[in-house]
């Protein structure tokens, strides 16, 4: 049985593909910046987003990533004015983000109730050709972005102080990056889902580190890490009967220890060359 006979598994792969490329591309940001977990409660404030969606009968997509970009803004701008502030305003809103997600989509009856599940862990049959293109113009979105911006956010994951001296804005900058993983937690919800997504921008980026020394290849390298996941993982999925989003992170976790050996041998080698 071949999984690419069936249209919605084609479209499936090319919204696999995409994440897998774009989702890391941000994570080498965010782990950069010890923002690892960002991710994670981006995804939370997405889904208050798809439950107002089922309330209103809106498009998921466009609704999630109005609220996710909402969200990004606001949690910048108390994090400029406090760390510590800052800090507890995230567990706020991400608290606050999954429950208004459950409690919208309650609110919609039992449609949105079920249909909830499928934004969680993912899902092969949501992603319509309609949202595909919706996809790939968000990834088109967030590369272009990063080609215009990615050198004065690479500033900022240095070091916040030295990127403000050599005049980059740095709270505008914070906030186009919050606001890029608000986009790459949306893109991702439709076969990762929302609970799951952060780990496709984090776990290829930490086996990346494994091989590379600079930031570039790491980025580079992480996002051929988060092809392989999420192939693997939605072909584990279609194979197996089961959500995607679970098989595409356990291919991510794979593929760690597999780096880490491969990494082994490297290092001695290097250390020999460069004693």
């Known amino acids: 049985m071949n999984m690419l006979s069936y249209d919605f598994m084609q479209r499936a792969l090319i919204a696999a593909v995409i994440v897998g490329v774009i989702a890391p591309l941000i994570g080498t940001y965010l782990v950069q910046r010890r923002l690892a977990l960002l ?13 107002i969606a089922f309330l209103l009968d809106t498009a998921p997509i466009a609704t999630a990533m109005v609220v996710a970009a909402i ?20 567990a706020l809103i991400f608290y ?13 009856g039992g449609r949105g109730t079920a249909a909830l599940t499928q934004y969680l862990f993912g899902s092969l049959t949501t992603v319509s050709a309609s949202d595909l293109v919706g996809l790939a113009l968000l990834a088109l979105i967030v590369i272009v972005v990063l080609v215009v911006f990615g050198r004065e956010m690479f500033a900022l994951s240095l070091d916040v102080d030295t990127a403000r001296v ?19 937690v949306v893109v991702g ?64 976790l794979a593929l760690f220890p597999i780096a ?8 001695k080698r290097r250390r020999l060359e460069h004693p």
Do not use: C, K, N, W
């Open 260 to 267: 880490a050996l491969i990494a082994v041998p490297i290092r």
């Open 71 to 90: 969200g990004a803004v606001i949690i910048e701008v108390i994090r400029a004015r406090s760390r510590t502030a800052g800090d507890l305003a995230l």
């Open 166 to 184: 050599q005049g980059i804005r740095t709270t505008g900058m914070s906030t186009l990056l919050t606001v890029l993983a608000a986009v790459a």
């Open 39 to 51: 991710g994670d409660g981006m995804g939370h404030v997405a889904l208050t987003g798809v439950g």
């Open 189 to 252: 919800m439709r076969t990762v889902g929302l609970l799951l997504v952060s780990a496709i921008m984090i776990v290829p980026v930490a086996a990346a580190q494994q091989l590379t020394r600079s930031f570039l290849s790491t980025m580079a390298l992480a996002a051929v890490l988060g092809v392989i996941a999420a192939t693997v993982g939605l072909t584990s999925s279609f194979y197996l009967a089961v959500p995607p989003g679970p098989t595409i992170v356990f291919a991510a």
């Open 96 to 108: 606050g983000g999954i429950a208004g997600g459950v409690l919208f989509a309650s609110l919609a």
